[in-house]
């Protein structure tokens, strides 16, 4: 059995490293400790309250700070701080043109983990699934 990372590598395009996993060439059914390690932190950014909200009207398409300040109700150094830390890990991606800032989603990748958030929610919503089921954060499952 391989060794675990115990902490991510450093942050870069998840697409980048995981296009170089051998275990995730197409075709390959192996899983890689790799995948787990970017999506975490994806979902973990995506876990604040202010991200979600960002990345939820960024679905709507590229919009400029000063709309998503004014749709997500936060003071302008917040916004930018928040979308900084976002474009940091890769969830969005911004230009500039002129004095005004675009953001926009980055990259597939975190459209497909919007998506797979959106269905389980989805579950959860509709009582199919329950938040039991998964367990509390730091709750321990056993595995009789």
């Given at each position: ?23 995730l060439t197409p075709g390959s059914t192996q899983l890689s400790c790799s995948l ?109």
């Amino acid at each position: 059995m391989g060794v675990i990372e115990k902490t991510p590598p450093p942050m870069s395009a998840p697409e980048d490293d995981l296009a170089s996993d051998p275990a995730l060439t197409p075709g390959s059914t192996q899983l890689s400790c790799s995948l787990p390690i970017h999506v975490g932190s994806d979902l973990k950014s995506l876990g604040h309250p202010d991200h979600l909200r960002i990345i939820q009207y960024l679905s709507q398409g590229e919009q400029c700070v000063t709309d998503i300040r004014n749709h997500v109700g936060l003071r302008q150094p917040i916004t930018s701080q928040q979308l900084r830390i976002m474009a940091d890990r890769h969830i969005v991606a911004r230009r500039r043109e002129g004095n005004v800032v675009y953001c926009r989603v980055a990259n597939e990748f975190i459209w497909e983990l919007l998506k797979c958030m959106h269905t389980l929610s989805a579950k959860i919503s509709s009582g199919e699934w329950s938040l039991k089921q998964i367990g509390a954060p730091g709750e321990r499952k056993s595995h009789d």
